[in-house]
């Protein structure tokens, strides 16, 4: 799953690097997929061995297998597997140069949560009605979450990924970004093997190593996967009970769903809302949102409750808005790309019968990339900490970018702006009109 995986992103201007859930892939014939069988190692790069005291592929691949026995995964499950326990360049290649698309979020909302998607979830529901009432009632994470899931990550199995897996992870295991991470994950994908779920030559996905229609990484498998269609299998490649079942799981004990409770509803705020509140970590009940003049779109008034929430603004004041709740944590702990989460709770919120979310009275304007990576480095020399300078606006980018719109007397929505970079130029404030598209 493309989830999981980095510091919270609450991009500012939407940025997203693609997996190869998202892109579109070949469907694998029905029955077990396969891959050549008897992959060929391509030559490691010198460089990838420098956090392994410079140990070749081969000596730093027997200590994993080591490692993987000391875990119980047996000498039989290490003999199956071995001929797909190769490296490959490419693979790393992919890792390092992941490309980074900027898209506003009503394009990327617009493209990835289209009513055919949010028909298809619908009718997988019904479809599998049986399998999603279970999943509501023993994990309490209602169908349209996970239909919103399964239909983003893989269009309900069409597009898992055609990759061997073993040699993705063991690949990045060997090298130094992050050895640590998938050295765990290529033992879990042996345990996966090891209890009977998958055979080697099943083990198909994406270039990172994520298996099954909700793509799992392989620690995720091994403790979230349930065997729901009862054939004493977890298979999450072509099962849709359990990959109903198990994705409830694992939203539910993994990202701690809260049972009962909404996620994500789009709203409408008023010219005049105090911005500095509206982030993910600024929690307040519904009735201060209400008293500060939020309300539903067609203007019916937010519940007099105190159920707490946050106010998210994906393209700052101008953009779309919403309320984001308690259990949206698990959206941004699934995928913490913001573009991706609050499309994926949109998704779920249509799915469940939520009217489209209304388009911006005029284009949003947004930074070019360039400009966006300026605006990190004036930020940086300002004192903030932003992170890596990369063009890519995330949660600490998206807190300074706050802080100083304070100090500068503007409106502090976390979105950056022409008139935010020409003040912190030094130059004179152009303020553009908000309908201008940079």
Not at 18 to 45: H, I, N
């Amino acid at each position: 799953m493309s989830k999981t995986r980095c510091a919270i992103a609450a991009l500012t201007i939407i940025f997203l690097s693609f997996s190869a859930a998202s892109a579109q892939q070949l469907v694998p014939p029905p029955g077990r997929p396969t891959v050549p069988a008897a992959p060929k190692a391509a030559a490691p790069s010198p460089r990838a061995a420098s956090c392994h005291n410079g140990a070749s592929f081969d000596r730093f691949l027997a200590d994993v297998k080591q490692q993987a026995v000391t875990a119980g995964v047996s000498q039989r499950t290490i003999a199956e597997a071995s001929p797909y326990l190769v490296y490959d360049q490419g693979i790393v290649n992919r890792d390092r140069g992941q490309r980074v698309f900027g898209q506003l979020f009503t394009e990327f909302a617009g493209r990835m949560a289209a009513p055919y998607r949010m028909q298809n979830g619908q009718q997988h529901i019904k479809k599998y009605a049986a399998a999603f009432a279970r999943a509501e009632k023993e994990y309490g994470v209602p169908p349209a979450v996970i239909a919103a899931f399964w239909g983003l990550e893989s269009d309900f199995g069409a597009n898992m990924g055609n990759l061997p897996t073993l040699k993705s992870l063991v690949s990045l295991a060997y090298d130094c970004r992050r050895s640590e991470m998938f050295v765990g994950e290529t033992i879990a994908a042996l345990k996966i093997i090891d209890r009977g779920d998958l055979h080697p030559d099943e083990m198909i996905g994406s270039w990172a190593g994520e298996l099954g229609q909700t793509q799992f990484l392989p620690v995720h498998y091994v403790n979230y996967a349930v065997d729901y269609d009862g054939d004493g299998r977890r298979d999450l490649l072509r099962s849709p009970a359990d990959v109903i079942g198990s994705t409830a799981n694992y939203i539910a004990n993994g990202l701690k769903w809260r049972r009962g409770e909404p996620w994500l509803e789009e709203v409408k705020v008023p010219q005049n809302l105090p911005w500095d509140k509206t982030d993910l970590t600024v929690r307040e009940p519904r009735s201060t949102w209400a008293q500060l003049g939020v309300t539903y779109p067609d203007g019916r008034p937010l519940p007099n409750d105190n159920l707490a929430a946050s106010v998210l603004l994906p393209m700052g004041r101008f953009g779309p808005a919403f309320m984001a709740y308690a259990n949206f944590a698990a959206y941004t702990e699934w995928n913490n790309s913001l573009i991706y989460s609050t499309t994926a709770g949109y998704l779920a919120s249509r799915i469940a019968g939520a009217a489209p979310m209304r388009k911006p009275a005029q284009p949003v304007s947004q930074l070019p990339f360039h400009e966006l990576k300026e605006l990190q480095q004036l930020l940086v020399r300002a004192g903030f900490n932003v992170g890596k300078v990369d063009g890519v606006l995330g949660q600490q980018s998206r807190a300074a970018i706050k802080a100083i719109q304070i100090k500068h007397g503007l409106p502090a929505d976390s979105w950056p702006t022409a008139e935010l970079l020409a003040r912190m130029r030094g130059g004179t404030a152009q303020a553009q009109p908000a309908g201008t598209v940079r």
